[in-house]
């Protein structure tokens, strides 16, 4: 395996062990409910902080229910992963054809010296 | 960092929302700049978003026992500089509000401000006071994508403790309450946004070099020796 590649996937791994780790520790064992939302718990923050305070607003749509709302949420991640694809994929296919067009043409002629940069 | 609909009490709802409009309405005129100057750099712009709209559905668990996200938005104000993270920002901070109940269209302005603006504004300082230490290229993103990160969380943290002071403690101690629910959730889930802002960049590296050196993200003096990677 390249070096590169090497460090991408220890990357990744480093990742998904601070994603793992609280997990495997049981960090949330201490709470009634563990792992909810950080912005769920401001909003019972601001309830104690205030018991008085009314939400003034509420949300327009509310996905009904917490399976269509994780639907939704992947379908962001999905949305975003796809056009990170496309666009890595898009530059390695652009490169190769290059590279490609470069050894046909090295062919008829004598290669040069590199160094031309097609930036 | 997402304060929930309604839950800002309208002086500070309109508030923030006024401070934020500047900022999106500036980064609506560099994003569209950049766009019909460097049309080639399109293309970079949505990768740039689709990082932040990856990063920001993540809910990752952390060591306080509480789940939260990254932002992904210190990538892009690398890239292509705060302004144009203020749009893509809030771009994805409203399609939260309107489609997931998450944050809101009344506390979209503090929601931007914090993680559309200060966050990346922060984090591409660290990173170009980093940089010009002559910090290595992958250390000055991770700072800056964790400081974006992280900043962004202690911004919300500060709306809410102006919004809900403590009735004995005041302003610090509510400042305290909510920073123990979301900074501190956050260092972790800051140093995994650093360490993937890290994998882009060095993808990045490999597949556009050209784009990265016309951003000033490469400098040109540094290119000679990688003619192997093309």
Known sequence: ?119 | MHIAEGFLPPAHAIAWGAASAPFVVHGVRSLTREVREHPESTLLLGASGAFTFVLSALKLPSVTGSCSHPTGTGLGAILFRPPVMAVLGTITLLFQALLLAHGGLTTLGANVFSMAIVGPWAGYGIYRLLRRYDVPLMVAVFFGAFVADLSTYCVTSVQLALAFPDPSSGFLGALGKFGSIFAITQIPLAISEGLLTVLVMRLLVQSSKGELTRLGVLLTRKTGTEAVAR
């Not at chain 1, 205030?50 to 229910?65: M, R, V």
Request: glycine share 12%.
């Open chain 1, 1 to 119: 395996m390249k070096r590169g590649t090497k460090i991408n996937l220890l990357l990744l791994l480093a990742v998904a062990a601070l994603a793992v780790l609280p997990l495997a520790l049981g960090l949330g064992d201490h709470k009634e409910e563990p792992f909810t939302g950080a912005d769920a718990e401001a909003e019972t923050a601001i309830t104690e902080l205030d018991p008085d305070y009314e939400p003034w607003f509420s949300p327009l749509y509310e996905p009904p229910s917490g399976e269509i709302e994780s639907g939704l949420f992947a379908l962001q991640a999905a949305v975003g992963a796809g056009a990170l694809a496309y666009y890595f994929g898009l530059r390695r296919g652009r490169r190769q054809g290059a590279a490609r067009a470069q050894e046909q043409q090295g062919a008829a002629r004598t290669p040069g010296h590199d160094g031309a940069e097609g930036a």
